[in-house]
Structure formats: C-alpha cells, structure tokens
C-alpha cells in the first residue's frame, strides 16, 4: 500500500494540481526517491 502511495504521489506532485498538498508529501516524494534509487541499483523494479 506505501509503495503502491509512492507513485501516486510522484505522478500528483508531477502534475502540480495541489500545491498545499506538494509540502506534506515532500517526505513522500523523498521516500520514493530513495526506494527508487534502491530498486535501479538492483535493477529488479524499474519505471
């Protein structure tokens, strides 16, 4: 569920439609940015 949340939070922040909503999922988006970076790294999951 968290990581399903992480995209979803990417595509909204990349879309831009709620600004007050981009503060509090900035952790979110980092969050995502490291699992991102793991899963390259392993190669297992990519976009």
């Not at 399903?4 to 979110?28: I, K, L, Y």
């Amino acid at each position: 569920m968290f990581i399903q949340s992480m995209p979803a939070t990417d595509e909204a922040e990349r879309a831009g439609p709620f600004p007050p909503r981009a503060a509090p999922h900035r952790p979110v988006s980092f969050c995502h940015s490291q699992f991102e970076s793991a899963n390259h790294e392993s190669g297992t999951l990519k976009p």
